[in-house]
């Protein structure tokens, strides 16, 4: 390939790349239900917003919360005060919160090379960054719940091999930014010993263990509070709710689907992932191989090590309870992930019976993505929308114009449980 060609032929994958981004961003907006589009989600109001308002933006860009940091959800609540109308707020974080999940599936295709090289099915693995069924529940589209994707995207830079120097740092800079938002990324640690002895692997793993050194040191000086359970449920709901939830992420339909045949229909939930993870181990490369021993038993151990420190190992197979949704979505993403692995070597096989099973199985994941593509419900479906709120907090400082500021109620209400954002009047236009 001449030097000519060679520079066409980066400008049409970076082209290539682009548009993945934007029309990945796009695609997220529109599965989020216009209310939900509209409303402010947990932290994002009551934390990051609250923070952003009270002292000069990027002062709480490094604080901690919970025991760890949380970069790119304070910064997109901070850019929001700073550059949004008031009454833009929840579109403005919402958004960008789709914006940075685009990004990612831009970078799981580019990153995801190594171990899938069909760019047809690395189209379905960034697809499934911002297409899952279960993201659009409670993770998609809000910045308190966007790190849950840099997981899944981490383990795909960790297991590329950068070609420059550039690149290399590059995605350093990237996983310094991931590392800083979710502490969970030390679970892609282990990764560190694959291709450990070319050089321009070390940039991004650098990255990640300064981000996961600040993650360590915040959560040594402002512990989480414990809330470890049992491991008595967490198999059966582990299947139920990443597998099971995957054909049909809707928590009343599938709990009525179940009946008195759980047992069975968990079996054949999980059943094609298990081929797919021992065709994989079977016929994969050496380099496959460590990607599906993640994809499927990692995806377990991630689900497990989550409910377990948050207090819900115990649980029985409940799909709709709140604590679980956002513990179910990287690791079915995982899951599907897995039959896309497989897919990639049957495609490969001179046998057409296997290249037949590998296209069929490839579709049936795109059919998943299609089909569920509009969410049955999210946690934000119902409200209460900012723009509202903010209309009425308003009025309510225009009739006492000695107020200093008006709280402003967002998503969820569970219980007495109240998230609450106190905006001050001379805010509100």
């Not at 002062?59 to 929001?80: I, K, N, S, T």
């Not at 899938?116 to 960034?126: E, H, I, K, T, Y």
């Not at 509009?374 to 225009?398: F, H, K, L």
């Not at 200093?404 to 998230?419: C, D, F, L, Q, S």
Request: hydrophobic residues 55%.
């Amino acid at each position: 390939m001449t030097r000519t060609h060679a520079t066409r032929a980066r400008g049409v994958e970076a082209a290539v790349v682009a548009a993945i981004a934007i029309l990945a961003t796009a695609a997220a907006w529109l599965r989020l239900p216009p209310i939900a589009q509209r409303t402010v989600w947990a932290e994002d109001g009551t934390i990051f917003v609250n923070d952003a308002i009270s002292g000069r933006p990027l002062e709480h860009l490094f604080a901690g919360y919970m025991g760890y940091l949380q970069f790119v959800p304070r910064l997109l609540a901070d850019a929001a005060v700073s550059f949004a109308r008031i009454q833009d707020v929840a579109l403005f974080i919402n958004l960008s919160a789709c914006a940075v999940a685009g990004l990612c599936a831009a970078l799981v295709f580019w990153c995801a090379q190594d171990v899938v090289p069909a760019r047809a099915l690395r189209f379905v693995l960034a697809a499934i960054t911002i297409g899952a069924p279960l993201l659009p529940i409670e993770v998609l589209g809000n910045a308190a719940n966007v790190h849950w994707i840099f997981i899944w995207t981490m383990l795909w830079v960790l297991l590329y091999l950068p070609r420059t120097r550039v690149g290399a740092w590059l995605l350093g800079l990237v996983a310094l930014i991931c590392a800083l938002s979710d502490i969970q990324l030390l679970f892609l640690v282990p990764l560190f010993f694959v291709r450990r002895r070319s050089a321009l692997v070390w940039p991004p793993r650098i990255g990640l263990v300064v981000g996961l050194i600040a993650q360590i040191a915040t959560s040594l000086l402002s512990p989480r509070e414990a809330h470890s359970g049992g491991l008595g449920g967490a198999i059966r709901a582990y299947i139920g709710q990443t597998a099971l939830a995957s054909y049909l992420p809707d928590p009343k339909l599938l709990d009525a689907a179940l009946g008195n045949l759980r047992v069975l229909w968990l079996a054949l939930a999980i059943a094609p992932f298990v081929v797919a993870f021992v065709y994989v181990l079977k016929r994969g490369s050496g380099l496959q191989r460590i990607t599906v021993l993640y994809l499927v038993p990692g995806s377990a151990v991630l689900w497990t090590a989550d409910s377990y420190l948050n207090g819900y190992g115990g649980a029985a197979l409940t799909p709709h309870a709140f604590s679980f949704v956002r513990y179910a979505v990287v690791p079915s993403m995982m899951l599907l992930a897995s039959v896309i692995v497989a897919a990639q070597i049957l495609l490969t096989r001179s046998s057409r019976p296997c290249r037949v099973v590998g296209a069929v199985a490839a579709v049936a994941v795109v059919a998943l993505l299609a089909i569920h593509f509009v969410p049955y419900d999210t946690n934000r479906s119902n409200g209460p929308t900012w723009d509202t709120a903010i209309e009425r907090a308003q009025m309510a400082c225009n009739s006492e114009p000695g107020s200093a500021e008006e709280p402003i109620t967002t998503a969820p209400k569970y219980g007495t449980v109240r998230w609450v954002v106190s905006v001050p009047c001379s805010r509100i236009d």
